[in-house]
């Protein structure tokens, strides 16, 4: 991560109204493909606060960027029951008010417009800046077309 950039807050914009998301989140469970990063920076590629990048540069490693939305833009009836223990490696308590990320994959070769990963949505506890990456035991897809 970057000394200069301040640790300030995001808004992300969620179905229950804006809300300030830390800039800079820490993992409390390592993600899935990214050993070593634990540190990620949130920054907004749009105005709306609903399109972001998920940047991690550790000491020493290659550096990363996911882009992820706010689901419920593009699927409103996106409504995951996250597991219990999700919110217990946050160390949130059981009516937090988490934020939902999913990770988009770009259109490419395989895909004519770009996915969105629902199998798998990252939660962050706004309170704390942790953040998570949870499977989800329903049946949501993993490549979710977004347009």
Do not use: K, W
Request: hydrophobic share 50%.
């Amino acid at each position: 991560m970057s000394a200069a950039v301040p640790a300030v807050a995001v808004t992300v914009t969620t179905p229950a109204g804006p809300r300030q998301v830390p800039a800079v989140l820490r993992a409390a469970a390592e993600l899935p493909g990214l050993p070593g990063h634990d540190e990620f920076e949130l920054q907004p590629l749009d105005d709306t606060g609903v399109l972001f990048a998920l940047r991690s540069a550790p000491a020493g490693g290659r550096p990363v960027r996911l882009f992820v939305v706010e689901p419920r833009t593009f699927f409103p009836d996106y409504a995951p029951a996250l597991p219990s223990d999700a919110l217990d490696v946050l160390g949130a308590a059981p009516d937090a008010a988490t934020t939902l990320l999913v990770v988009v994959h770009p259109a490419d070769d395989d895909r004519t417009a770009p996915t969105a990963n629902l199998l798998a949505p990252i939660v962050v506890d706004p309170a704390t800046g942790r953040l998570a990456q949870v499977v989800l035991d329903d049946e949501h897809p993993l490549r979710a077309p977004l347009g």
